[in-house]
């Protein structure tokens, strides 16, 4: 069943059902104040952090997806009212007409019921603190309307997300509000902290521009009565707000307004909310008298987000494709750049931090589309780099780099430990950053990167040049290697669920390792850093000669624990294949051709299924061990033998390396949310977005995604499609172009901003292959190989690239 269609022209999503399976949701803001909003206008608002600077209240992990920011209209002669938002009143849809467009960084609500039409857009204002809510309401009867609208929002007490939720005995007794010039005011421990205007700038407001507040509640209690709730609000039942302010208890922003519309007339009101104190909350809604201000303000967002997209635009035969890199797949990795794992609707990111490889990896999905905004990124991340090579598995919103506490390993006790909930380092944290900077210096060119000095994240840690950073990431793995000189996987590698033991090996650490030290060996000869060249090939020979142990007839094994017993060989009951060694044995550039034809191969043959490809086969059941903690989840469900979506950008790529654009572009559609458009019902997550995994075929409901838009997904399957599918793989000297794609497909064509010029590729495939280059030109010019140098290229750059 489809629940709405892709809008690649405006780089929308329409919702044309307001019922769909689940709230599906969108993103606004910057990391200083962000909004989270559902196509029934669902949501929560936050300033820099889910967990601590949460305003608005929601209710997780439901499909009712309430409370949220709503406007209420009441017919005041008919004595009917309904939402702008279908969503909470819920009129039947036989009436009720609604369709949600969500856009990139705006989301507009047009609905319609008994003759009155409305239009409410939502949108936080480029690089500001505050949102917005506009509501245009039309009298598209033949006659007069007496209305009144109420916008409402249901205040946090607390901007810690757990205090307001669970310390009650303490936040219902530190709130009040008042009612000052249109607006709605919360104080909160209004007592201290007070600066010479008697603020404490924990003050929260609701105003209203463009009518006068008839009448209003700040407290929820009086707003939605006794016995009731966000459907049946006794204030909008009886038509009037009772004017009751909140003192000690929950505290609402609710403003009613009372108007005549003669018939074809259209009312503009302009909701806004944020934390300011009541002086600068009454500058910010001034501004708002202008006419034309919001238009503006949208038109902005519209042109920057399009903008930054637009840097980079496929158009192949694919509309799943053409959907998910063009608009929401690089949008959702803006997203998860700018926000971590901090905030969904599924859970509430209490987590206060940035996960030190989530971060790291997230980078990668926008390099291609702003890479000095990923160098930012990137300079943050090493500062948060332990100068004995590894990262800091959290890294506080408030970082302060040089003056840091850090993990004293597996001591709970630490105080890096007590700040942070993390008491040890993960091994593969810090080798992240050997991808996602030479991703960097092949989009820009700019070797001079390795040479900027950063500090290191402790007390006295010091500073280094970049290229320091990355021989001290490879160190810290070399300085802790298991019995048989493989990576020890520490508190744990990459997967969260899977614990070897202090000195058991991950395979998977082994090839990231493995690539970052070819990574190195490139770097040190370019620097002429001989001594460095020498260690790194010994150290690759040796590890080389570890992994090499590791293949088991036709898959690399998982890892080896500390007592020496061996997690994924062929042999094994449950667990015996995993997805991870193979896709990186070839990512890493390690597996031999053999080896990784037939690793791949039992890839597709044990892993594949209609939803993506598992995570590991057979799941624990009968057979794990103390360190395999996935099997609490049921059998094909997350860790334990799900479809974890991060791992299908990196089995798309490995595919693609080896040229089976066939096989790419099968994984591709069958993990991609827009191939499910048409199944919405059975996916339930937005068919927009990543999902952090899906469910498998054990499951009665196989197919069913869960956790959406914060998740290293959509970077690792933005890679996958850019590098892999498209074949666009810049280094320092320019781009090589060698695409693996269906070969069915006649060719394709890319637009890619590049280092101050536009390239143009037309893609042809006459001899419909899935790889392989037959030439070449820039300009008119041929040129060998698949490689176009930067030297090549003007500010208009046209390439035809032919398959073969």
């Known amino acids: 069943m489809q629940y709405g269609y892709f809008d690649l022209k405006n780089k929308e999503y329409v919702i044309t059902r307001p019922d769909t399976p689940a709230p599906w949701a969108n993103y606004l803001g910057s990391p200083e104040y962000g909004a989270i909003v559902s196509n029934n206008g669902g949501g929560y608002s936050f300033v820099k952090s889910g967990a601590n600077g949460r305003i608005a209240r929601y209710r997780f992990n439901s499909n009712i997806g309430l409370p949220g920011r709503y406007v209420y209209i009441r017919d005041n002669d008919a004595k009917d009212y309904w939402s702008a938002t279908w969503q909470p009143v819920g009129k039947s849809l036989d009436e009720y007409k609604t369709e949600c467009h969500h856009g990139t960084a705006y989301t507009t609500i047009n609905s319609e019921y008994k003759g009155i039409k409305s239009a409410l857009t939502y949108y936080v204002p480029l690089n500001k603190t505050y949102e917005v809510w506009r509501i245009k309401i039309t009298n598209d009867s033949d006659k007069a309307r007496n209305l009144s609208t109420w916008g409402f929002i249901e205040f946090t007490n607390e901007n810690n997300y757990e205090q307001d939720q669970v310390n009650l005995q303490y936040t219902l007794f530190i709130t009040r509000t008042s009612f000052e010039g249109n607006k709605i005011v919360q104080h909160i421990n209004e007592n201290s902290g007070k600066d010479e205007n008697g603020f404490n700038h924990k003050e929260r407001f609701f105003g209203l521009v463009g009518a006068d507040v008839s009448a209003y509640n700040g407290n929820l209690d009086s707003f939605i009565g006794a016995y009731r709730d966000y459907g049946n609000p006794i204030a909008v039942e009886n038509g009037k707000c009772d004017n009751v302010l909140n003192y000690n208890s929950n505290a609402c922003g609710a403003l009613q307004s009372d108007f005549t519309l003669a018939a074809g007339e259209t009312k503009e009101l ?302 094994d009951p449950e667990a015996s294949m995993w997805l991870n060694p193979q896709s990186w044995s070839v990512i890493s550039g390690f597996a031999s051709k053999e080896q990784a034809e037939k690793a791949l191969e039992s890839v597709h043959e044990i892993l594949n299924t209609p939803y993506g490809v598992k995570i590991m086969e057979p799941p624990y059941v009968d057979h794990y061990f103390d360190g395999a903690l996935m099997h609490i989840f049921n059998p094909d469900t997350k860790e334990n033998g799900g479809i974890f979506s991060q791992t299908q950008g990196w089995i798309i790529l490995a595919e693609s390396l080896m040229g089976h654009g066939n096989r790419a572009f099968e994984y591709f559609l069958e993990s991609a949310p827009a191939s499910m458009n048409d199944k919405a019902e059975q996916r339930v997550l937005e068919p927009y977005v990543h999902g952090q995994f899906t469910e498998s075929t054990r499951s009665p409901y196989a197919g069913r995604s869960h956790v959406h838009w914060l998740t290293g997904t959509g970077s690792t399957v933005m890679v996958g499609c850019v590098e892999g599918i498209c074949g666009m793989r810049p280094n320092a000297e320019g781009l090589v172009i060698s695409p693996s794609i269906p070969a069915e497909w006649d060719g394709f064509k890319i637009e890619k901003n590049f280092r101050g010029k536009h390239l143009s590729i037309d893609i042809q495939n006459p001899d419909h292959v899935q790889s392989g280059i037959k030439s070449i030109t820039v300009n008119g010019e041929a040129v060998e190989g698949d490689f176009v140098c930067e030297c090549k290229m003007t500010e208009q750059t046209n390439i035809t690239v032919v398959m073969g």
């Open 270 to 571: 302009i909701y806004i909310l944020g934390q300011k104190d009541p002086i600068t909350a009454e500058n910010i809604m001034a501004e708002y008298k202008a006419e034309g201000k919001v238009d503006a303000e949208v038109k902005e967002l519209v042109d920057y987000w399009h903008g930054q997209l637009n840097n980079f635009q496929v158009e192949t035969p694919s509309e799943e494709f053409n959907n998910m890199v063009d608009v929401w797949n690089a949008y959702q990795c803006f997203i998860t750049f700018i926000w971590s794992r901090a905030a969904s609707f599924i859970y509430c990111g209490l987590r206060n931090g940035y996960g030190y490889r989530d971060t790291v990896q997230d980078i990668q999905g926008i390099i291609h589309i702003n890479p000095e905004l990923a160098a930012e990124k990137i300079r943050f991340m090493l500062s948060a780099q332990v100068s004995n090579g590894g990262g800091l598995p959290l890294v506080k919103f408030d970082h302060r780099a040089g003056h840091e506490t850090c993990p004293d390993e597996n001591d709970e006790n630490s105080v890096y430990a007590k700040e942070t909930g993390h008491p040890s380092y993960r091994a593969d944290d810090a080798l992240w950053l050997f991808p996602t900077i030479v991703k960097y210096i092949g989009e820009t060119g700019n070797k001079a990167f390795l040479d900027e000095v950063i500090v290191y994240a402790e007390e006295g840690g010091g500073e280094a040049t970049v290229y320091d950073h990355l021989k001290n990431a490879i160190r810290f793995s070399q300085e802790r290697l298991g019995a048989h000189k493989m990576p020890a996987g520490l508190h744990a590698d990459w997967n969260d669920c899977l614990r070897m033991g202090k000195k058991g090996e991950s395979t998977f650490v082994a090839f990231q390792l493995y690539y970052a030290m070819s990574v190195m060996k490139g770097y040190a000869e370019e620097r002429k850093d001989a001594e460095y060249v020498r260690y790194i090939t010994e150290a690759q020979a040796e590890l080389g000669k570890a992994l090499a142990d590791c293949w088991d007839e036709d898959r690399f094994i998982r890892g080896i624990r500390d007592n020496g017993e061996v997690v994924g060989a062929k042999a």
